[in-house]
């Protein structure tokens, strides 16, 4: 089993930002962020393996930044340039090679207003 402790949402105005923290109870293989706005369905933001090898949805290319500390097995989300559309909750995901398994956190607002 794996806990996620996440921290860092919050409100924020367009144009600002904010940086996501996850840190999970042991090293994974892969962890990441996905987002869940109202009515739609949950999408990944970004990934990134203990190798440091990433991956990014096409919206947040250019103005969100994934990063890890594996001596803290930490996942950081940078988020810069933040628009209304980035609101929803971000939950962080870890991805297990061994023993194989995929975990949630419980999830963090975030809202982008005026």
């Known amino acids: 089993q794996v806990q996620l402790v996440e921290s860092g949402g919050g409100l924020v105005q367009p144009g600002g930002s904010l940086r996501l923290s996850c840190a999970a109870s042991?090293?994974?293989?892969?962890m990441g962020w996905f987002r869940q706005a109202p009515g739609k369905q949950r999408e990944l933001v970004a990934r990134v393996t203990r190798g440091g090898m990433t991956n990014y949805a096409g919206s947040v290319k250019g103005r969100f930044t994934i990063s890890r500390d594996n001596a803290k097995n930490t996942v950081y989300l940078q988020m810069n340039s933040l628009k209304p559309e980035d609101t929803a909750v971000y939950y962080c995901n870890a991805d297990s090679d061994w023993p194989p398994g995929n975990y949630w956190g419980q999830g963090t607002q975030v809202t982008v207003s005026s």
């Open positions: 042991r090293s994974i293989y892969r």
